[in-house]
């Protein structure tokens, strides 16, 4: 009786399952590579969007940066038309929610933000806290923080970080300042560790800003917490924003958290150090000018210029 042929090679259970899975992989990698280009939005063909590299998956709102932002920040207006013409929305955002307004108002480009707000973009589109106009406020650029105000019925932040009179006072941008003050920005708001616009632009040494909130009736005494502007004037070395401090009545004893004076904190031979040093208690004709001021209150401030007091006078309590 002849015998009966073994099987060449022999699988067990495990061996069988793992063939399985091995073909299971192989099939579908067969049926991927199968798949039409247009399910597999990462290998969709480029396309130029006036002059600019478009990955086509990019006509999504929520997708990633665009060729319509970055023609916006970079103030291409001829690009930014061509863009809306093609089927863009205006108000594109990215994942971080920044829209192409965010950019152009960040590049300073009026005139592609005009375009942008013209066609309906959304001034008051927020990416943690950070709108339009902070964006302006933080470029410098006074016209298209006019644009913005214009359009929006709101100078205030509910978000402690973005702040537009924050960033105009910190960086320097007088003229924002200005604007944001005219339509009603609140000139003492206190933010949690960073303290009142008076206090960062001490912080930041911006003289011109510092000048303009003290004469619009900014309060001297409030800084950040216990810490004054002038405890921060004196940590930044600036003799300037130190004495104008003192005119507009800052206390040179105060005392931080720390228990520290401006004093305490300036450093030995320096400029700073000197003017305080220097500055005397104040005359009467100065504390009779603070008084009044604060009576007044910065929102009638601007009607001392129509009591009946001698010119002069008038010119005195207007520090003019």
């Known amino acids: 009786m002849g015998r009966k042929a073994e099987p060449r090679f022999a699988y067990s259970g495990a061996e069988e399952e793992r063939g399985v899975c091995y073909c299971f992989v192989f099939i579908m990698a067969v049926v991927q590579t199968e798949v039409a280009p247009c399910s597999q939005p990462w290998l969709r063909p480029f396309h130029i969007y006036g002059g600019l590299a478009c990955n086509s998956l990019m006509a999504d709102s929520w997708s990633d940066r ?5 023609a916006a920040y970079q103030g291409r207006l001829l690009n930014v038309r061509t863009l809306i013409a093609q ?3 205006v108000d594109m955002m990215t994942v971080d929610r920044v829209s192409p307004l965010h950019e152009a108002c960040l590049g300073g ?6 375009f942008l707000v013209d066609h309906g973009a959304n001034v008051r589109l927020s990416t943690d ?19 913005i105000l214009q359009h929006s019925s709101s100078v205030h932040t509910t978000y402690h970080l973005a ?19 005219s339509h009603g920005a609140h000139i003492d708001l206190e933010l949690p560790g960073v303290g009142t616009p008076l206090y960062s632009a001490c912080v930041a040494q911006a003289t011109e800003c510092v000048e303009r909130l003290l004469h619009s009736g ?14 921060a004037a004196v940590r930044g070395g600036g003799a300037d924003v130190v004495e104008l401090l003192m005119d507009y009545g800052a206390d040179g004893s105060c005392r931080n958290a720390e228990g520290k004076t401006p004093l305490d904190l300036a450093a030995p031979n320096s400029t700073v150090r000197t003017v305080l040093q220097k500055r005397g208690p104040c005359s009467l004709s100065q504390q009779c000018r603070l008084s009044i001021r604060r009576s007044l209150g910065r929102s009638r401030l601007h009607r001392a210029s129509s009591l ?12 003019q």
């Open 129 to 147: 806290g950070a709108t339009p106009l902070f964006n302006a406020c933080s470029s410098g650029s006074a016209a298209c923080v006019r644009l």
């Open 109 to 114: 480009r009026y005139a592609c933000a005009k």
């Open 308 to 319: 009946f007091l001698p010119h002069s006078l008038t010119e005195f309590l207007l520090f």
């Open 66 to 70: 665009t060729p319509l932002h970055e």
């Open 218 to 231: 900014a309060d001297v005494r409030l800084g950040c917490g216990q810490d004054s502007p002038l405890h």
């Open 163 to 181: 702040s537009p009179i924050h960033e105009a006072a910190k960086k320097g941008h007088r003229e924002c300042l200005e604007l944001l003050l």
């Open 87 to 89: 089927g863009f929305h």
